[in-house]
């Protein structure tokens, strides 16, 4: 369940880190995903951190 909601992941989507961190997704690579967590605040998280989407379509998806 956990990797089909990582590859289901897309940018404008509201995470939730392993770490709690909380932010959008602003880029997408294989392994890697960059969050944007404030105005001017940018992080590089690994793709299999990211614990939950709290919005977006992937959200929606881990509902169904």
Do not use: C, P, W, Y
């Not at 960059?34 to 951190?49: L, P």
């Amino acid at each position: 369940r956990h990797r089909e909601m990582l590859s289901a992941l897309q940018r404008n989507d509201e995470v939730v880190t392993d770490g709690g961190i909380i932010g959008t997704v602003v880029h997408l690579a294989e392994d890697r995903v960059t969050v944007r967590t404030g105005e001017n605040t940018r992080i590089v998280v690994a793709r299999s951190k990211i614990a939950r989407v709290t919005s977006g379509t992937a959200a929606t998806e881990q509902k169904a």
